[in-house]
């Protein structure tokens, strides 16, 4: 027999290698059981002109096809270009970028705003320059997935605190050993449509000497004074410790984001936050369309009280049939179902009947309960509310009713 020496390398059994395709049959596998849970996410492409009524997106002010929204794109687009054609610190940044952060931030009640291209990328940023190893980052359990992510990425020590408990924030800050502290939450939360203790939050914040960071992307064209949003209606609007983030996307119908907040804040941003610095600027025709509809709203403000007494009138006439109605403070409406097979199976249904309505299911849901979600369009008509409740309440499932 012979010998190797303790300088040559082992013999390995020869074995073939895989298919290259075999490398992801792991998806298949996690795919099954997402489908088994009832979790499966499709893509279905919608037309230009479609009979359905939406209450599944978030256009809360109904803006997105305004012809003053849609010729304001059209005009940003033929006079800039497509596209924004770089990093905003490059090339990217227009007359109309900043024209349109002067006059979110004066709508707003804040110093300065610095536009992003989603509102995704402006809450990264917002978190990850405004934090570092040393800062302790209180963020609410119900906090939407962007807030999540940015927390994830920011250098700081995360504490979950428990949903809308600015007692439990104060407890965090008051045992923290951290140099700083933000305590991050949304304005109103996307699931169900409650608005958080900004006031509360913020005592608890001053008290411990922590900043706090509101994400206002559903509150922004809804509430406060003509729509100009949560921080406004909790009279924090300027407030020297605080800072906003908003979208352009819901309320004002167009697409981008944006950080809100005292000069200095926006500098630091301007100057070290990743997904401003190495991200394009945003479309010259998303930032015409959402500077239209900012001019738009404040040219009539009663927009912002109607998007809240539809959301109202769902919320009454959907318990008043019968079920489990969320209590709106903004725009949204939720209405609870049996479980998540029963939720895509009830909003199919409904679409079928000529009504598009959100469906939300776990993991999107932090309480684990599923959902229709409603947009409560500030346009839509008493009838067409009619007609909404008269859907969705003789679709609904065994189980959906409160009785």
């Not at 279905?44 to 939406?54: C, F, G, Y």
């Not at 800039?80 to 006059?103: D, F, I, K, P, Q």
């Amino acid at each position: 027999m012979a010998h190797r020496t303790a300088s040559e390398p082992p013999v390995l059994a020869s074995t073939a290698a895989p298919a290259p395709g075999a490398v992801f049959d792991w998806l298949d596998e996690t795919a099954d059981l997402r489908a088994r849970a009832g979790l499966t996410r499709t893509l279905r492409s919608r037309p230009a002109e479609d009979a359905v009524l939406d209450l599944a997106g978030n256009d809360y002010l109904g803006l997105t096809r305004h012809p003053v929204v849609t010729r304001a794109a059209a005009d940003a687009a033929l006079r800039w270009g497509g596209g924004a054609t770089g990093s905003r610190l490059v090339t990217g940044t227009t007359a109309l970028h900043t024209e349109l952060e002067g006059e979110l931030a004066e709508f707003c009640g804040v110093e300065a705003a610095l536009v992003f291209s989603s509102g995704y990328t402006a809450n990264l940023a917002a978190l990850t320059a405004l934090s570092d190893p040393d800062t302790l980052i209180v963020s609410d359990a119900y906090n939407h997935a962007s807030l999540i992510d940015g927390c994830r990425l920011a250098r700081g020590d995360v504490h979950r605190a428990p949903h809308s408990d600015p007692d439990a924030v104060r407890s965090a800050l008051a045992g923290r050993t951290h140099r700083r502290a933000l305590v991050v939450t949304d304005s109103v939360f996307s699931v169900d449509g409650n608005a958080a203790p900004l006031a509360g939050h913020s005592a608890a914040a001053r008290a411990h000497g922590a900043a706090l960071l509101v994400d206002d992307a559903h509150g922004l064209g809804v509430l406060g004074p003509g729509g100009a949003g949560a921080l406004a209606a909790a009279g924090l609007a300027g407030a020297p410790d605080t800072v906003a983030t908003v979208t352009l996307s819901k309320s004002l119908g167009s697409q981008g984001g944006a950080v809100l907040g005292p000069r200095r804040v926006i500098r630091h941003l301007t100057e070290t936050a990743r997904t401003f610095i190495f991200d394009t600027g945003l479309a010259p025709a998303a930032a015409g369309a959402a500077l239209g509809a900012l001019r738009l709203l404040r040219a009539e403000p009663h927009r912002a009280e109607r998007a809240r007494e539809v959301a109202r009138s769902l919320a009454d006439r959907l318990t008043a049939a019968g079920l489990h109605a969320s209590d709106p403070d903004a725009a949204v409406v939720s209405v609870r179902a049996p479980g998540p097979e029963a939720a895509v199976a009830w909003a199919a249904d409904c679409r079928r009947a000529g009504l598009a309505v959100g469906c939300f299911r776990p993991p999107s849901v932090p309480d684990g309960i599923s959902r229709l979600r409603l947009t409560a369009r500030g346009d839509l008509t008493d009838a067409q509310i009619t007609d909404a409740v008269r859907i969705i309440a003789s679709l609904a499932p065994v189980g959906a009713h409160t009785a």
